[in-house]
């Protein structure tokens, strides 16, 4: 497990001796403690409902549509603009009135393999520059495809759901919740924190 946060870590060129480890699932906090120490890390957060944290952040994320079409005149660019209200609306039909909704395109350089999706043509090469650390301005911009996106946001807050009632422990130390177990083990103290988090940190 240690080996999996290096990877995303150290591996990435990210110390994790700076960072707490956020700990979910119904078994993720019985080994944190022991992840933390094996990385230097100083802290470990549980998240309230931390055994079912994906099953929340599943209930409460927005509803989303998305579309995308291929433009068969990369570069030409006539008629663009009522294409992507066309795709817009068509989305917006799919998820209701409350939905907000955005366009971008796809573009390229003429010969590239690969694409990046902007807001619209003028974008483009300041994002590719960006992006690639350089940019053609004076080169014609191919359009590949319209993209559309509508976001319904979800009725129900995180904040909203119950969060268990958690108190200062100190190790060795066993916390049984409804979801999940967490082990607070001997030299760490865990403390209740933001949005009904427990903060576990080493006591010496």
Known sequence: MARAVRVVSVERGVDPAGLALVAFGGAGPLHACAIADELGMPAVVVPARA???????????????????????????DGLAAARKALAAEVAAHAGASAQVTT???????????ELTVPGVAAFHAEHDRRNG??????????????????????????????????????????AEADCTIWV????????????????????
């Open 134 to 175: 350089f940019a053609r301005p004076g080169d014609p911009v191919e359009v590949v495809a319209l993209r559309a996106r509508a976001v319904v946001p979800s009725p129900v807050r995180v904040g909203d759901l119950p969060a268990p009632a958690r108190r200062p422990v100190t190790g060795p130390a066993v916390v």
């Open 51 to 77: 055994g079912v944290f994906s099953a929340v952040g599943l209930l409460a994320a927005p509803e989303q549509h998305d579309a995308v079409r291929s433009w068969p005149r990369p570069l030409d660019h």
């Open 104 to 114: 971008a395109i796809d573009c390229r350089y003429r010969g590239q393999s690969h």
């Open 185 to 204: 083990p001997p030299g760490w103290r865990a403390e209740p924190g933001a949005a009904g988090a427990l903060v576990l940190r080493r006591s010496r």
